[in-house]
């Protein structure tokens, strides 16, 4: 059974950089798509970033349009671990946020950043920009 577990979050002054960590067990990490997403109270669950299943090219990594440039996802496949560098945190970044597993090839980035395309999710790690 494969297993997802998030660490990293808390409290950060804005403009500052908080680094998650995924780390899968079951499995090894380079045979799923793993995803990024973070859900604010009141709000739906979205798409953060995504990264494939890894290729002979290392594969392919999505990024929402309010994260791009400042969001970095990346595998580890040594430490069975995806990793999000998340840097200007901004007051809105605040969420919970989750990683999750799927096999299934996803050829889009909006297939990819599809939380309803995922199987496996972790419990999820608070991230709070304030100041």
């Known amino acids: 059974q494969l297993q997802l577990v998030e660490s990293g979050g808390g409290l950060v002054q804005p403009g500052g950089s908080l680094t998650l960590s995924c780390t899968v067990s079951?499995?090894?990490?380079?045979?799923?798509?793993i995803g990024w997403f973070r859900q604010a109270p009141g709000k739906e669950r979205e798409g953060v970033s995504c990264?494939?299943?890894?290729?002979?090219?290392?594969?392919?990594?999505h990024y929402a349009d309010s994260v791009k440039g400042r969001f970095t996802a990346w595998r580890d496949s040594a430490k069975n671990t995806v990793y999000l560098q998340m840097n200007s945190l901004q007051l809105e970044d605040t969420a919970v946020y989750y990683c999750?597993?799927?096999?299934?090839?996803?050829?889009?980035?909006?297939?990819?950043?599809?939380?309803?395309?995922?199987?496996?999710w972790g419990q999820g790690t608070q991230v709070t920009a304030s100041s």
């Open positions: 999750a597993a799927d096999r299934r090839p996803k050829f889009s980035e909006s297939y990819c950043l599809n939380s309803e395309l995922y199987n496996d």
């Open positions: 079951g499995d090894t990490v380079d045979s799923y798509y």
């Open positions: 990264i494939s299943t890894r290729s002979i090219t290392g594969g392919h990594t």
